[in-house]
């Protein structure tokens, strides 16, 4: 099974010049915890966490924080036709939650976290789970 087979698609983004706020409210509003952060032209130049915003809402309650100050830069990406165990292990190699999906062209066309891998993998253990039981007499 490839990315581009459970990659939530189009993503959700912010950009890296807004505020914070608006990174915690996209969110919220989405019911996702990573976004992945681009420039003005599109292009990705990170990820943000929700745990990372969280800590900033606690420490820049009211300040004017742009998502460039509490962004993880340089977010790591990945194909749509990785497979999802080669994903997988680019999470837990990076120790991280969510992977923006980019074309050739680097332009994001989703995103792929740990929550939709793990669904899979969970459905196709149950799958087979259910195989290997024997047929009742």
């Not at 681009?38 to 606690?58: F, H, P």
């Not at 074309?103 to 994001?108: F, I, V």
């Amino acid at each position: 099974m490839l990315v581009r087979d459970q990659m939530s698609t189009p993503a959700v983004t912010v950009r890296n010049d807004q505020d914070y706020k608006v990174a915690l409210w996209l969110m919220q509003e989405n019911a996702v915890h990573h976004l992945p952060v681009v420039d003005a032209a599109g292009q990705v130049v990170g990820i943000a966490a929700e745990r990372d915003l969280l800590l900033a809402a606690t420490r820049y309650l009211q300040s004017a924080v742009e998502v460039e100050e509490v962004m993880h830069r340089g977010a790591v990406t990945t194909r749509p036709d990785t497979s999802l165990t080669a994903a997988a292990s680019l999470m837990l190699r990076h120790r991280i939650g969510g992977l923006p999906v980019v074309d050739a062209d680097e332009r994001l066309v989703g995103l792929i976290t740990e929550t939709d891998i793990f669904k899979v993998f969970v459905a196709m253990a149950d799958e087979q789970a259910t195989r290997q039981l024997p047929l009742a007499m």
